[in-house]
């Protein structure tokens, strides 16, 4: 499975950014995703996550209320709207899937996902 995100890009603090993540030769629609981040010298970290059917969403403290993970109408793709965006928000944002059909759980831990897409750049000026 190769996930393919996208959408990062610089904006201001404040700002608002949508990041999309597909999977190509392969249908995400029935697997549990995820997004995670890793900053410069930083442990990838755990953003937000969602079951294969878009009923349960999960978000790291830090975010919630302001990141929100959801999937389109095919289920197919995830997206992650970010808004109200801050400096420490600047990351490699990372797309990620379980290889578990039908999760009923979201799932928060590095380990817990088999695939991973290439990552995407969100740099937040302040």
């Known amino acids: 499975v190769q996930l393919q995100a996208s959408g990062g890009g610089l904006v201001q603090a404040g700002g608002s950014l949508r990041l999309s993540c597909a999977a190509s030769?392969?249908?995400?629609?029935?697997?549990?995703m995820g997004w995670f981040r890793q900053a410069p010298g930083k442990e990838r970290e755990f953003v937000a996550a969602?079951?294969?059917?878009?009923?349960?969403?999960s978000y790291a403290d830090s975010v919630k209320d302001r990141f929100t993970i959801s999937r389109g109408n095919a289920k197919n793709t995830v997206y992650l709207q970010m808004i109200s965006l801050k400096p420490e928000d600047t990351a490699v944002y990372y797309c990620?899937?379980?290889?578990?059909?039908?999760?009923?759980?979201?799932?928060?831990?590095?380990?817990?996902?088999?695939?991973w897409g290439q990552g995407t750049q969100v740099t937040v000026s302040s």
């Open positions: 990620a899937a379980d290889h578990i059909p039908y999760g009923g759980t979201p799932l928060s831990r590095r380990n817990d996902y088999d695939y």
């Open positions: 030769r392969r249908t995400l629609s029935t697997y549990n």
């Open positions: 969602i079951t294969w059917s878009g009923s349960t969403t």
